[in-house]
């Protein structure tokens, strides 16, 4: 076969995963009432379906990426796919709601290993000539999960049961497992170091898992309570506690000098910033058609697919551009397009066209397009050839943090302006006063907008990019 068409073929066995991981990172929200009533449990309790993959997935990334480095990226991706299909079929069976925990504990272990070499596993096959191309494709794998997943949640709910988000993923999963075998490069044969960091490895899952555990319970509880606090404290013991680790470690797990990198780590700083901008979209958007316009859910969807949508098919487009002009210049161009469509947001009222939301979220889809598929590319060629896996299981584990950031930022700027224009605490959005909400995403999108040229400055500081490899 020719070897173009083999390398392609491989993106399409890594996008296949791509996509059934983030579509099951979406569907499963929708199922939550549902499986609240089958499995007679409170509401809030079933948050922790989600919490319990969050938590388990971001805690393993950089472990998984670690794997990838020392016994083979595609081996690793190839486990990690077995045991996500595992995982979906043991969901996929109602026990009790123990045992779903339990089935999402091994569908996180099956996501960490995939999410955490798929970059890795693009950077090594794909030449520098397409690299950028190939990192735009799979920002639209990424988008479709996101995009099919409420759509085909709804639909698959409305004629099953809840079980049916989980057996979805039997066929894809299968097809990608088979394709993977197929076409995914083949690793030499190694074995783990017998000075492999094992406990780096159980210091980072737990550092890690309890700041995901701190900021999604901070959300729900408040920062300020002891419990959420504790949760802080723990965190920063347990990172510490690693950092001091890796320095005394001869084969760390986490190289901390891949962060002296200036290219590496300001591209992370920016990728971050970009995460948290569009996750004040995604929760502040949703209120504004609602409850503000009157909108019906499903017209609001349609609203918001349309950032996604324009945003996976920039992405190829952009990494292309990328490959073949100056990188640097296309993300300054795709953060100039997030400013500007942050600052039109500030214009949102009761009146707004919908062509002005349209041409607003079209840009941010375009500006966000181009700035991802170009930033990870750069992430990508950064960095040495054996630490690849690394460093895509860094990106993506950051990539989680800013979308919770984002979350909470979002949240707080809308409530604490809610709360100085009503004169006391507000925590829900007032119907009989409009005016305050509109406040509040005012100044929400004031805050995006300076992440944004926070992230200009971070991209125009960094060193001129050198010819990738």
Request: aromatic share 10%.
């Amino acid at each position: 076969m020719n070897q173009t068409k083999h390398i392609w073929l491989a993106l399409v066995a890594i996008g296949l995963f791509t996509i059934m991981g983030n579509l099951d990172s979406s569907i499963v929200n929708i199922a939550l009432p549902i499986l609240a009533h089958d499995f007679h449990v409170p509401t809030s309790t079933t948050a922790y379906i989600v919490i319990i993959y969050m938590v388990v997935m971001s805690g393993l990334l950089i472990i998984g990426g670690r794997l990838g480095d020392t016994l083979g990226k595609s081996r690793v991706f190839m486990f990690g796919m077995i045991t996500f299909t595992i995982g979906s079929l043991l969901a996929s069976i109602p026990v009790s709601f123990n045992y779903l925990l339990v089935a999402r504990v091994v569908q996180a272990i099956g996501s960490a290993a995939t999410m955490a070499n798929s970059y890795g596993l693009i950077a090594q096959i794909f030449p520098p000539e397409t690299r950028g191309q190939a990192i735009g494709y799979n920002t639209l794998f990424i988008s479709a999960g996101f995009i099919a997943g409420p759509a085909l949640g709804g639909l698959l709910l409305q004629h099953w049961m809840w079980n049916s988000i989980f057996m979805i993923n039997l066929p894809i999963g299968v097809i990608a497992i088979i394709m993977g075998i197929r076409y995914l490069p083949r690793d030499p044969k190694k074995q783990l170091p017998t000075h492999f960091d094992w406990l780096g490895a159980l210091l980072l899952f737990l550092g890690i898992a309890a700041v995901i555990l701190w900021l999604e319970t901070g959300q729900s509880r408040g920062f300020s309570q002891p419990f959420v606090l504790g949760l802080l404290v723990v965190s920063v013991v347990l990172l510490v506690w690693f950092s001091w680790q890796e320095h005394h470690h001869t084969d760390p797990m986490l190289d901390l000098s891949l962060f002296s990198n200036q290219r590496f780590t300001l591209s992370l700083l920016a990728m971050v910033l970009v995460m948290m901008v569009n996750s004040f979209f995604d929760i502040v958007f949703p209120f504004y058609l609602q409850n503000l316009l009157k909108w019906s859910v499903g017209a609001a969807g349609l609203m918001m697919i349309a950032f996604p949508v324009v945003m996976a098919f920039t992405a190829p487009f952009g990494g292309s551009l990328g490959d073949r002009f100056n990188r640097k210049s296309i993300i300054i161009i795709g953060a100039c397009l997030l400013l500007v469509a942050q600052l039109m947001y500030t214009t949102f009222g009761a009146t707004t066209a919908i062509v002005w939301m349209l041409v607003a979220t079209a840009i941010n889809g375009i500006g966000t397009g181009l700035f991802v598929s170009n930033n990870t590319t750069l992430i990508m060629t950064a960095i040495p050839q054996p630490q690849l896996g690394v460093a895509g299981a860094v990106q993506s584990l950051l990539t989680n943090i800013g979308q919770v950031l984002g979350v909470v930022l979002a949240n707080l700027s809308l409530y604490l302006t809610m709360s100085v224009k009503a004169g006391h605490h507000v925590t829900t959005i007032s119907a009989k006063h409009p005016d305050w909400f509109v406040a509040g995403m005012h100044i929400a999108f004031v805050v995006t907008a300076i992440l944004m040229i926070l992230t200009l400055l971070l991209v125009m500081s960094r060193r001129q990019d050198k010819q990738p490899r």
